[in-house]
């Protein structure tokens, strides 16, 4: 099955990335936060992200053009570095019946730094949770460690 890549709008997305973002949550996720019930899917944050412009979509679509994974960027003003954007990325999630491919989320990604540098974009921080590293991916990417993020509940 073939992947097809584009830049699409949260608004046009929304409703049928549903049930990504939950298999997504259940995968990564729940892991670190536990059960989904009672966390929504902020859909008024990321509505407020993309009307001011720093919300990046990346999709991929199978053979049919049905949704089948996505790369979510959130863009922001490197404050190390003035003037110069950079994307962070807020999620990457592909169905298992697009994972037989073992570089889709690979290609996903050389799209999506594509469509970023389109952008302006200089840079981007890849994060993945503990309970699935993508190491191996982002240095295949040619990205390198540069800091280890701890997170603590208040």
Not at 18 to 30: G, I, N, V, Y
């Amino acid at each position: 099955m073939e992947a097809h890549f584009a830049v699409e709008s949260f608004a046009s997305t929304r409703k049928e990335a549903e049930p990504l973002c939950s298999a997504h949550w259940d995968e990564t996720e729940a892991a670190m936060y536990g059960d989904r019930a009672g966390v929504p899917i902020s859909v008024p944050m990321f509505e407020s992200m993309e009307a001011a412009g720093i919300l990046h979509v990346v999709t991929a679509r199978d053979d049919e053009g049905r949704l089948a994974g996505y790369a979510a960027f959130c863009l922001s003003e490197n404050m190390a570095m003035p003037g110069r954007v950079q994307a962070s990325n807020l999620g990457l999630y592909l169905a298992p019946g697009m994972r037989r491919d073992p570089f889709l989320a690979l290609k996903l990604l050389r799209w999506a730094e594509a469509s970023l540098k389109e952008r302006g974009v200089y840079c981007v921080a890849y994060i993945s949770p503990v309970s699935r590293p993508c190491d191996a991916l982002y240095r295949r990417l040619g990205a390198k460690m540069t800091e280890t993020t701890w997170h603590k509940e208040l």
